[in-house]
């Protein structure tokens, strides 16, 4: 091929040799016309000398002159199959494919690119040796242009190493300098990766350029910075922007606001962005959504003097959420507020309806919920899901007798309650002592479930009630309804009016229909505790364990609170060798009472056990060392254990009750130096103990 491209261009300089010899002029002599033939002649082997050079010249320093001349186009066929694998994803594919192809010519820019991609995910370390033969191999990939979509091929995806090593080898081995098409594709690769001083390098060269950079550069930088966090950086090219008369997106400049919401930054974005980057609408929506999380009131009042300076238009969300922040606050503004969204051309939703009276519970808002309801029954129509909104407003603010209201007003309306609307109403009226209202809830829902009879139950407990609690225990059982829960909450009645003997008929009740359990028993043993009964305790607690069930700390600290509380130290003390001989781990709440029976007795021999106790079980109440005590000729040893204190699972404040306990009963017992010696364990001046 290569003398077929020589051969040409001779035969064409020999014709036309050939028909200059023939031209004569006859003008000149034959020493001129022998001149003018040489300046032809060199004149026409220059022009294809230089046609010649540049097929065959490489500025490779590392491959053979004969090895890169300009091959012809791959075929068609590949380039498509390329393409195809490449939009797929198949990755593997172009790879195989082009591996086959590649020593057949070059490839069109499209599926070229889908090779670049597929090179970096499969063989990265062997991207920029293909690069280098493929630009040694095609002079067409030399291209400024060619080159700089190789570069924001590797830029788009990410490799920052395989970008910088690629614009390097093409600057020192093949001479093709970094465009301005690169250096854009470099910035907006440092921007996604969150290299701010590269992309600061880059962005300098782009500016002291001749030209600009480019709309589409700024855009995709300031997506780089978003997407990465960089709030300060990303606010600044934004403003860059503006001034280079750029536009920006609605939807980067929402994503703007929103990544200083979410560093917590929501009070300064205003003041830092305004005036060259207000807030779109959308973005004065995420605003205020962040105002209503964090109910913060005075931000919402400032963005809205903010939004009418700058006359930014706000959609109806942001009107609705305006009045939510005004609302959940409890701010007067509420009013005027919702007068301007009832005069907009928009209508409410009655989910948003549902919204604003879930605010108004939060604040206890009743004036205001009291207008929404009054609009919606002009408007639109109250419904169920909307009373029971309206009801939850006013039993927040623990007027369960005008929730009930509410409730007798919607079936005046004809509206029937839903399965969900009956327990929240029975624990109004429960609340409320409305016995009638829950009897009526019972009858309208003869497959009254569960909890529903408990809450009327319950509504039972305020007033001692027993009789009433065992009426609606027996329509329960009537029903069907025999859940443990049920008797356990007509237990609660009974303890709370200390009845002992309802208390032991309900259990032998339970017996017949369900199983008593833990809970039950323990309840009984309250009503022992009320009564003063120690020994009906301790019998209760033998049946419990006769029946099968196993008494946990709850149930023996009810019989340790009762000896102590009643001077049975010894029978006290018996309960708990009990206690930990069945390996029920003795809590703080049990160190508590201990402790309120040693302030009692003055004994300091029961400190010195209460003591014994907690370093026996490992109950521990300071990181200090071992010491001893000393109290006349008394040694009261305690090794304190030294990793601080470790009471289970139980609430921290069991162990705030063990040092306060434990900083009134020393004084009366030990002298100021052993006093102040201990007190480093337990912590001073009502302070928790370190742990």
């Not at 590949?78 to 790879?95: P, Q, R, T």
């Not at 505790?529 to 700390?553: H, Q, W």
């Amino acid at each position: 091929m290569a003398s077929s491209v020589v051969a040409q261009p001779v035969v064409a300089l020999t014709q036309l040799v050939s028909s200059v010899a023939e031209w004569q002029t006859p003008t000149l002599d034959d020493e001129e016309t022998s001149s003018l033939y040489v300046e032809i002649f060199v004149v026409l082997v220059l022009i294809i000398g230089f046609s010649l050079w540049g097929r065959w010249a490489t500025p490779s320093k590392n491959k053979k002159a004969g090895d890169f001349r300009e091959t012809s186009r791959v075929n068609a066929t590949w380039c498509k199959a390329i393409e195809e694998k490449g939009s797929s994803g198949d990755y593997k594919a172009v790879l195989k494919i082009w591996n086959t192809c590649k020593s057949g010519g070059s490839l069109g820019q499209s599926a070229f690119s889908h090779v670049v991609k597929a090179l970096m995910q499969q063989e990265p370390d062997r991207f920029i040796e293909e690069m280098a033969d493929q630009l040694a191999a095609h002079m067409r990939l030399r291209d400024p242009q060619a080159a700089g979509a190789i570069v924001d091929t590797v830029a788009n995806a990410g490799h920052i190493e395989l970008m910088e090593d690629l614009v390097q080898l093409m600057d020192s081995n093949f001479g093709i300098q970094t465009t301005v098409q690169m250096h854009e594709a470099m910035a907006g690769a440092y921007a996604y990766d969150g290299e701010l001083q590269k992309l600061e390098d880059r962005m300098s060269i782009l500016r002291n350029g001749e030209r600009k950079a480019s709309a589409r550069c700024h855009c995709n930088v300031l997506r780089g910075l978003l997407q990465c966090r960089e709030a300060d950086a990303a606010l600044q090219s934004a403003k860059e922007m503006k001034v280079l008369g750029y536009s920006i997106s609605p939807y980067l400049v929402t994503d703007l606001y929103r990544i200083f919401c979410k560093a917590g930054r929501a009070p300064q974005v205003m003041k830092l962005a305004l005036p060259e980057i207000p807030p779109s609408s959308h973005a004065a929506v995420m605003l205020l959504e962040h105002c209503v999380e964090k109910k913060d009131l005075a931000l919402a009042k400032q963005l809205q003097i903010s939004f009418e300076n700058e006359s930014t238009e706000l959609c109806p969300r942001a009107h609705e959420t305006m009045l939510k922040v005004l609302a959940g606050c409890g701010d007067e503004l509420s009013f005027p507020q919702f007068e301007k969204m009832k005069a907009l051309p928009y209508s409410m939703s009655e989910g948003f309806y549902m919204s604003l009276l879930t605010k108004c519970a939060e604040s206890k808002f009743l004036t205001f919920a009291d207008t929404v309801a009054a609009h919606v029954r002009t408007s639109l129509a109250m419904t169920v899901p909307l009373y029971s909104a309206h009801m939850k407003v006013y039993a927040a603010a623990e007027l369960f007798d005008k929730a009930c209201d509410i409730y007798e007003q919607m079936r005046q309306e004809g509206l029937e309650p839903d399965a969900a609307m009956y327990s929240p109403v029975a624990w109004y009226a429960s609340e409320c002592g409305r016995h009638e209202l829950s009897k009526q809830l019972a009858d309208q829902s003869p497959q009254f479930r569960a909890h529903r009879w408990m809450s009327s139950i319950r509504s039972c407990v305020k007033d001692k009630n027993v009789h009433k609690a065992m009426e609606y225990l027996a329509q329960a059982l009537a029903l069907g309804n025999k859940d443990t829960m049920i008797f356990n909450c007509t237990l609660d009645v009974c303890a709370a009016a200390g009845n002992v003997e309802k208390a032991r008929e309900l259990i032998s009740l339970m017996h017949k229909h369900s199983k008593p359990d833990v809970v039950t028993y323990n309840t009984a043993l309250k009503c022992y505790s009320l009564r003063g009964d120690l020994r009906g305790a301790k019998s209760m607690l033998r049946e419990m364990e006769a029946a099968g069930v196993v008494p946990n700390e709850v149930s023996y600290n009810v019989i340790v609170n009762m000896a102590f509380t009643h001077g049975s130290f010894s029978s006290a003390w018996d309960t708990i060798e009990t206690m930990t001989g069945k390996g029920i781990s003795v809590d703080c709440y049990t160190i508590s009472t201990l402790l309120k029976a040693v302030k009692k007795s003055n004994s300091l021999q029961d400190l010195n056990k209460v003591l014994a106790l907690m370093d026996r079980l490992k109950i521990r109440v300071s990181n200090d060392e071992v010491h001893e005590l000393r109290v006349g000729d008394v040694h009261a040893t305690s090794s304190i254990p030294t990793h601080g204190i470790d009471c289970g699972q139980h609430h921290l404040g069991s162990h705030e009750a063990v040092a306060t306990h434990l900083r009134n009963a020393l004084p009366r017992l030990l002298p100021t130096q052993e006093l102040q010696t201990l007190q480093r364990y337990v912590g001073r001046d009502g302070q928790r103990p370190r742990c």
